[in-house]
């Protein structure tokens, strides 16, 4: 189950990428924009200063995201990227961090590229960091007893989940889409005792809690705070740097 308050945590640190995607995005005056996995709906709501003329659509899968996003005031809808399907005026489509969660996208984005009309845009931007530390923490653990029996089935996510930037071009370009691809390593300055686990607890982590029981939950959370705090020391000052590399294409339909 996804936590909106949890989530919305590190809404600065979670809103630079958005933002930055966004400024690649050369469309002038859409008629239809969609944010796709749009949790609790913080960043799809400034969609409006940029194209207020535009009806905005927003999708995501969790019910609790859905709720917060609503209550915002933005037109979300509760649904599995997978299954949305662009109306004919979808002008721009945009994923922040969601798209890694389907293991389908690559085929999904080249489906887009055909459906939607000439001079429409697609930006995504995914995480490039599941061979970091802290997820290579995350499976340790799991692995472990007494977590191994209740997550067995984990459908654990590897550097493979994403492409390279050149990869997703290299797919987009030959959609017939105009692509500017490329990648960034944000460091992240976090405070507090478990900055890390607090983090991952809103994302990586979201699955393995609503597997455990919540005396499991806690065991486990011991369990990996030692392994994060060697992987991320903190530093003289009592911060922790935490490196984030994201992927990031904005293609335009041609």
Not at 194 to 205: C, E, H, S
């Given at each position: 189950?996804?936590?909106?308050?949890?989530?919305?945590?590190?809404?600065?640190?979670?809103?630079?990428?958005?933002?930055?995607?966004?400024?690649?995005?050369?469309?002038?005056?859409?008629?239809?924009?969609?944010?796709?996995?749009?949790?609790p709906g913080n960043l799809t709501e400034t969609l409006r200063q940029r194209w207020p003329d535009a009806a905005l659509e927003a999708w995501d899968n969790s019910p609790e995201m859905v709720a917060a996003a609503q209550?915002?005031?933005?037109?979300?809808?509760?649904?599995?990227?997978e299954d949305w399907v662009p109306r004919p005026d979808t002008d721009v489509v945009l994923s922040n961090a969601a798209l890694q969660w389907v293991?389908?996208?690559?085929?999904?984005?080249?489906?887009?590229?055909?459906?939607?009309?000439?001079?429409?845009?697609?930006?995504?931007?995914?995480?490039?960091?599941?061979?970091?530390?802290?997820?290579?923490?995350?499976?340790?653990?799991?692995?472990?007893?007494?977590?191994?029996?209740?997550?067995?089935?984990?459908?654990w996510r590897?550097?493979?989940?994403?492409?390279?930037?050149?990869?997703?071009?290299?797919?987009?370009t030959d959609a017939g889409c105009v692509v500017d691809a490329w990648e960034t390593t944000y460091v992240h300055q976090l405070t507090g005792e478990?900055?890390?686990?607090?983090?991952?607890?809103?994302?990586?982590?979201t699955q393995v809690k609503s597997r455990l029981t919540e005396e499991a939950w806690q065991d486990y959370r011991q369990a990996i705070i030692p392994l994060l705090a060697a992987a991320y020391p903190a530093r003289p000052d009592g911060t922790t740097f935490f490196p984030f590399r994201r992927v990031f294409v904005v293609a335009r339909v041609e």
């Open positions: 189950m996804w936590n909106p308050d949890t989530y919305l945590a590190f809404a600065d640190h979670r809103g630079r990428p958005f933002y930055d995607l966004l400024s690649r995005v050369a469309a002038v005056d859409p008629r239809r924009v969609v944010d796709l996995g749009c949790g209550a915002r005031g933005v037109d979300a809808h509760t649904g599995a990227i293991p389908t996208h690559r085929e999904i984005v080249v489906r887009w590229a055909r459906e939607l009309p000439a001079g429409a845009w697609i930006a995504f931007q995914v995480p490039g960091n599941f061979d970091s530390p802290s997820h290579e923490a995350v499976r340790q653990v799991a692995r472990s007893a007494p977590f191994a029996e209740a997550l067995r089935d984990m459908p590897d550097a493979g989940q994403v492409d390279t930037p050149v990869e997703y071009a290299g797919l987009l478990t900055p890390v686990l607090d983090w991952i607890t809103g994302t990586a982590l």
